[in-house]
Nanobody
Framework: VQLQASGGGLVQAGKSLRLSCAASVGTLDYYDIAWYRQAPGKEREALSCISSNAETTTTVDSVKGRFTVSRDNSRNTVYLQMDSLKPEDTAVYYC??????????????????WGQGTLVTVSS
């Protein structure tokens, strides 16, 4: 399945943005989906993951309480709601299928199936 993230843009600090992850080919229904980001000059980092049936979500502490992952399998789309955005949230955001949300952080070092990301720029 091929994924494409969208919904990025320029936003002021404190505002919200919702990113979407859609499958350009295939269906997302059977996959756990994770969100990642890569800020300029920094390593890619894991953010959040949602199981295929949406019963399980997990989010890293650094964005917990501000970022919320959800999905609508009827729309073949996974979302990342980002609230109270900060300038340090500026990054390219990616979504990816993962072999279980328990692994979405550990696979980061060797995952090579990155699709097109979406740029989020937060101005101060």
């Amino acid at each position: 399945v091929q994924l494409q993230a969208s919904g990025g843009g320029l936003v002021q600090a404190g505002k919200s943005l919702r990113l979407s992850c859609a499958a350009s080919v295939g269906t997302l229904d059977y996959y756990d989906i994770a969100w990642y980001r890569q800020a300029p000059g920094k390593e890619r980092e894991a953010l959040s993951c949602i199981s295929s049936n949406a019963e399980t979500t997990t989010t890293v502490d650094s964005v917990k309480g501000r970022f919320t992952v959800s999905r609508d399998n009827s729309r073949n789309t996974v979302y990342l709601q980002m609230d109270s955005l900060k300038p340090e949230d500026t990054a390219v955001y990616y979504c990816a299928t993962v072999p279980g949300c328990s692994k979405y952080v550990s696979i980061l070092s060797h995952y090579d199936g990155w699709g097109q990301g979406t740029l989020v720029t937060v101005s101060s």
